[in-house]
């Protein structure tokens, strides 16, 4: 099993990415695969976004249609952390809001860590403890929430220089992941994706424009093609079987979602599904 670190940054537009000093983003796309264009899910809200990425269904096939604190999930749901556990990983998650915590069944979880942001210093916090995480119990799986870009966003506004900033801020998080990956060693080390949710326009992300509903993607890792930009049509469901494949495991049956064909270099011993019509 190829181990594989998710790091999703909440309410990050590919097109602010150009904007910032954003130099571990920057490095990512150069080294990896990605794209600026990835298709999110309607409603654009955290929760039923989060739920589509990791169950690999639309919201109205999981169930999960607002920001609730309880979804009443589709019994066809299988989250990819529950996922990777059926085929013997270990799995982990840090967050900063509560309501992440039902991405995983009660007892599917290895480790979980959460700690609420309240200051840019709250997020570094964050990462940090993601960081030893992987360096002392490294795990198959782990699933890291970078929260701070869109609390910025509603308070200032998406594109506003105080968003920009919130941009370099988490970039900076990021890069800690980037090197508890090097120290591990490239060879045979972590898979890293990073991904976004939703944009944003204005203060909020409701409307159904390319700004909130286009998304960025990147791939990094031994396995993954080099500064490649992604050509195909991709959606926030192909995110759970791209994954299942950069880690060889096989898809889980109800996913809707395909695997992102060409970034990953070396064949998987299981054949990917295609996307359930």
């Given at each position: 099993?190829?181990?594989?670190?998710?790091?999703?940054?909440?309410?990050?537009?590919?097109?602010?990415?150009?904007?910032?000093?954003?130099?571990?983003?920057?490095?990512?796309?150069?080294?990896?695969?990605?794209?600026?264009?990835?298709?999110?899910?309607?409603?654009?809200?955290?929760?039923?976004?989060?739920?589509?990425?990791?169950?690999?269904?639309?919201?109205?096939?999981?169930?999960?249609?607002?920001?609730?604190?309880?979804?009443?999930?589709?019994?066809?749901?299988?989250?990819?952390?529950?996922?990777?556990?059926?085929?013997?990983?270990?799995?982990?998650?840090?967050?900063s809001w509560e309501k992440i915590r039902n991405l995983a069944m009660p007892g599917t979880l290895d480790h979980s860590f959460f700690h609420r942001l309240n200051k840019e210093k709250d997020l570094i916090l964050l990462a940090g403890a993601a960081s030893s995480h992987i360096l002392t119990r490294n795990p198959d799986f782990a699933f890291i929430y970078f929260e701070w870009t869109d609390m910025i966003g509603h308070r200032f506004g998406w594109m506003s220089p105080e968003y920009i900033k919130a941009i370099e801020l988490t970039d900076r998080a990021l890069g800690l992941m980037v090197e508890s990956i090097h120290s591990t060693g490239r060879q045979g080390g972590y898979h890293l994706i990073v991904l976004s949710d939703h944009g944003g326009k204005g203060k909020h992300h409701m409307e159904n424009t390319p700004q909130i509903t286009q998304v960025p993607f990147i791939a990094w890792g031994h396995d993954i093609r080099t500064n490649y930009r992604i050509v195909d049509d991709i959606h926030l469901l192909d995110i759970a079987p791209t994954i299942s494949g950069i880690m060889d495991i096989p898809p889980h049956f109800a996913w809707q979602g395909k695997q992102i064909p060409r970034i990953i270099l070396k064949s998987p011993r299981h054949k990917p599904l295609a996307r359930v019509a």
């Open positions: 099993m190829n181990k594989t670190l998710l790091v999703l940054i909440d309410g990050l537009r590919g097109d602010a990415i150009e904007k910032a000093h954003a130099p571990t983003l920057d490095y990512l796309i150069g080294e990896g695969s990605s794209s600026l264009k990835v298709k999110t899910v309607l409603p654009s809200l955290t929760l039923p976004s989060h739920f589509s990425i990791f169950t690999s269904l639309d919201p109205y096939s999981h169930g999960v249609l607002t920001n609730t604190s309880l979804p009443d999930t589709s019994s066809l749901g299988q989250s990819l952390f529950c996922h990777v556990k059926a085929h013997s990983g270990t799995v982990s998650s840090f967050y």
